[in-house]
């Protein structure tokens, strides 16, 4: 786990001396154990390729990048892990391939030698890189399957610019910091965020998950910026409950196996509900002999305090405990050192907890941790997609089936037959219906936001809603499951999650997100993740049967690492408000309005939403990353 930068200029006097040492300083934290940079004169032109090292597999020099191959045609700057690399030598040994170190990356570069770029589906694993082939001067860049590892890049007429972190890049770039207005609204106004190409920053772009870019250095040019993982929805596994319960459990535990590969300590987060549970306990019964350490945030006296479970589990598994605790003056304190950390807003709370257990396995001397993003957009979990599922059943023509599952999912805590059929009206009707629906409850725009600037900026205003495919009629859970896995969802979890942890010096593992158990999940039938009754991971459920206690298997609530938001910025509103002051410094949005919905909010007069978050932590953003208009 580690940082990258660098970048072509294609006139080496574009590039300014200093901003890869510059660039190389602002991501330092992600690898402190050593750097590297390689530089390649190529005509007119620079290619600068940068390392920062967090030291994980082969804790020797070895390990040191940018790396060179044997040959000598290909060097490459690595961030991430490839789990599966032991066997991956192995093979590429068999085909001939020679080996000087004991490292992934140089699994990875023989692998590229080897395959091309079909190598990254032979990957199970988290990674972005670049890798320079001097034979024909190009630079291939690609991103694992679902952006676990980040890589943001800046392409102009005269340079292709990427780093692990934005304001890295920013270093490398000869110009303003400016806004995206488009992803800014969208944020603010619906909560969608880091699910484009496009960042907060204009110009600066994601290489979406599971894409690679191949760009020539002699022309200046992308030769290809394609998609090398795809959920294919023809695959369908025809299999018995019984025995699908059985695979499923073998893959779980097999992905376990190899994301505990490490030549240092490792733990685990543990919030208390089932996906890092499952974790935890799987952790165990892989290795009896392990020495478990789980870090957990306390929302002590709260009703989402989850000590109950965690203690439950820790006591199972007999590990070593570790939690932290916090509150709102902690947070006020913390929250810029939290923003920068993050790079670009984000949704609520919730994050600054995750923080924090990052920040005590720092104190604790671990270096690895594994979590449990993934399994609730591979599982059909949170409220088990109701609408989507009423939808496959109406598809197929089932329409008693698709009462009896409402009726059966509504008895779920937290749940009820008006919020189902909600779910499935925002779903069902077309896009015309939708807006006109909105337009009559008065959704369709905020009072607090300058409509006439954004549409000086081309800013598009109107809701964006996904399509339905027809490949998937019938199967609408797995379309959702698969748009949530690569666009609206996990892409913003595994951001949240990469910066917290590299902000202690911690690689984050999800071992959920590996491409072979996802592919499998998302083959099933719909039934086999949320079952008729309307229980949501079904499947894992009772697949864990016999590793995690019964308990927490059979819970029916969802916390996961929440904190009491509400009450926090209720304690802190005098200092929030003052904030909230700096907004009109930002030309499309009306201060009064802002400062009069959250005094309205703060006073029990209109219901608290993360809106108030947004705000926040928009307002904040803008100013530390001394943004210009």
Known sequence: MCGITGGWWNNKKLYQTNSIEKSIERIKHRGPDDNGMSEFLIKEGVLKLAHTRLSIIDLTKDGHQPKTSICKDYTITFNGEIYNYKELREELKYLGHNFKTETDTEVLIESYIEWGEKAMNRFIGMFAFVIYNKKDNSIFCARDAFGIKPFFYDLTETSFLFSSEIQSLICLRNKKTKLNYQVSYDYLVTNNYDNTENTFIEGIKHLKPGHFIHFSLKNNEVIKNESWFTIDHKKKTNISYEDAVLELREKFLESIKLHLRSDVKVGAALSGGIDSSAIVCAMRYVDPELEINTFSYIAENTPVDETKWIDLINSNVKAKVNKTYTNDKELFNELDKLIESQGEPFGSSSIYAQYKVFELAKEKGVVVTLEGQ????????????????????????????????????????????????????????????????????????????????????????????????????????????????????????????????????????????????????????????????????????????????????????????????????????????????????????????????????????????????????????????????
């Open 374 to 629: 993934g399994a609730d957009e591979m599982l059909a979990g949170y409220l088990g997609y109701p609408g989507y599922r009423l939808l496959s059943l109406v598809e197929k023509h089932k329409y008693l089936k698709a009462i009896l599952f409402l009726i059966n999912w509504s008895k779920w805590p937290g749940r009820n037959i008006k919020l189902g059929l909600r779910y499935f009206n925002s779903i069902y009707f077309s896009n015309i219906f939708y807006n006109a629906f909105r337009k009559l409850t008065k959704k369709d725009f905020p009072e607090w936001i300058n409509k006439d600037e954004l549409n000086k900026k081309g800013v598009q205003l109107k809701l964006k809603r996904a399509k339905l495919d027809n490949n998937y009629k019938g199967r609408r859970v797995i379309e959702k499951l698969k748009y949530a896995l690569q666009k609206h969802g996990i892409p913003h979890l595994v951001r949240h999650g990469d910066r917290n942890a590299m902000n202690f010096q911690i690689e984050g593992r999800v071992p959920f997100l590996n491409t072979k158990l996802v592919e499998y999940c998302l083959s099933l039938p719909e039934e086999y993740l949320i079952s008729q009754n309307g229980e949501t991971k079904h499947i894992f459920r009772d697949a864990m049967r016999g590793i995690v206690p019964e308990e927490v298997l059979d819970r029916k609530d969802k916390v996961g690492f929440a904190t009491p938001e509400k009450v926090w910025i209720k304690n802190m509103s005098k200092e929030i408000r003052l904030w909230l002051e700096e907004s009109e410094k930002i030309s499309f949005l009306n201060k009064e309005i802002i400062l009069k919905e959250f005094d309205l909010i703060i006073n029990d007069q209109k219901k608290y939403s993360w809106l108030v978050w947004r705000w926040i932590n928009f307002v904040r953003w803008y100013k530390i990353m001394e943004i210009e208009e």
